[in-house]
């Protein structure tokens, strides 16, 4: 407004600019963030980045008996939320070096392994990113073929695309040699709808398995059956240290209300990312790769990262879940007696192998 502010007036300051107003203009002027009770003039809200926040709007009366425990992990999904945010190389080295002791996990549309692999890989492996986890999707390879995608310090187990389709299937998940993990074929399915592949890390400090999963929904399938199929799976997972990531295929900027949404918090899941994730020119960018977990106390980061390996902006998340060091590699190695009756014995017995096989064997 034009109006003077004078002392004994009462006044609203934008949390950003620091631009001040009546609070009854206010009103009409600024938003109101019910949460952490923060003003924000229409000016800033118009330069913010689109952010997905359903508990923005949520208020706490200081006067009434709230439910103090839910309050408490609403606070805590709406603290994480908007404090995702988008991170440089650089940047997010320092946070998983910090944190390499806990782990964390990376998820990536590849689009594709033989297209974006070497790309993808190469970018983490120059700042040295190490985290536990790399989950893909898109990797349109069969599970056959895995070897020939290794990342070094890593072991990985793969599910297969689906039959007769070249394109837009398959997921992997790779796991540092230092963790022992089993796969949870319990929760693995491979539908039109849907795509799952879900392991168990084992050797975590306080002995509690955690339950990573990573799901892909592609696009050409039935949105409604998939919901109905996320919503199977969600209730078969453990209570507790469940982190799925994925393409969902689903912008929650958009579908802030959809059943989608009504699915992942009635089953005790939130997600974790909040803004864009899938850039493409000549679209308007969309948030429809994510990290749920039912385990919000645990994580202590998230966001995207800016590795260009397709449309699609990796996301990751780290936490508070302590490892104990666990090395798969024996550390033994095999002894061969190469002595000289050895030797004869072994050649005895390739010359009568080869001799049974009709194979010419020289002097």
Not at 109 to 126: A, M, P, R
Not at 192 to 207: D, H, K, M
Not at 293 to 299: A, L, R, W, Y
Not at 349 to 358: A, D, M, R, V
Request: charged share 20%; proline share 4%; aromatic share 10%.
């Amino acid at each position: 407004c034009s109006k003077q502010i004078l002392k004994h007036h009462t006044f609203a300051v934008c949390s950003y600019c620091q631009k001040i107003c009546h609070s009854k203009c206010a009103k009409k002027l600024y938003s109101f963030n019910f949460t952490d009770e923060t003003w924000t003039c229409w000016e800033c809200s118009s330069l913010e980045e689109p952010r997905y926040n359903p508990f923005k709007a949520l208020k706490y009366d200081k006067y009434s008996q709230p439910d103090t425990e839910n309050f408490s992990e609403i606070h805590k999904i709406e603290h994480l939320l908007n404090g995702c945010k988008r991170y440089s190389l650089d940047d997010l080295s320092n946070i998983v070096t910090e944190s390499n002791k806990q782990i964390s996990i990376m998820f990536n549309n590849i689009d594709g392994v033989t297209s974006n692999f070497d790309t993808f890989t190469t970018e983490l492996t120059l700042k040295n990113e190490n985290f536990s986890i790399l989950a893909l999707a898109e990797t349109n390879l069969d599970e056959s073929n895995k070897n020939l995608f290794n990342i070094k310090g890593y072991q990985s187990t793969y599910q297969s695309k689906i039959s007769g389709k070249h394109k837009g299937s398959g997921l992997a998940i790779y796991v540092k040699e230092s963790l022992l993990f089993s796969e949870l074929s319990i929760y693995n399915q491979c539908s039109p709808n849907l795509e799952s592949l879900f392991i168990s890390i084992n050797n975590t400090s306080n002995q509690n398995p955690v339950t990573i999963g990573v799901l892909y929904r592609p696009p050409s399938g039935d949105e409604h059956i998939f919901i109905s199929e996320l919503n199977v799976l969600l209730q078969k997972l453990p209570l507790n240290n469940v982190y799925i990531c994925g393409d969902l295929n689903i912008d929650i900027l958009k579908n802030s209300k959809s059943k989608f949404e009504d699915v992942i918090f009635s089953n005790g899941f939130a997600p974790l990312i909040s803004i864009a994730t899938h850039h493409k020119p000549g679209c308007i960018p969309s948030c429809i790769d994510n990290i749920l977990t039912n385990s919000t106390d645990s994580v202590t980061t998230s966001g995207t990262c800016d590795i260009i390996s397709g449309h699609h902006c990796p996301v990751f998340c780290t936490t508070l879940i302590e490892l104990n060091s666990c090395c798969n590699k024996s550390t033994s190695l095999p002894k061969y007696d190469f002595n000289e009756s050895n030797m004869i014995k072994f050649e005895n017995e390739f010359t009568g192998f080869l001799q049974s096989k009709n194979y010419f064997v020289g002097p």
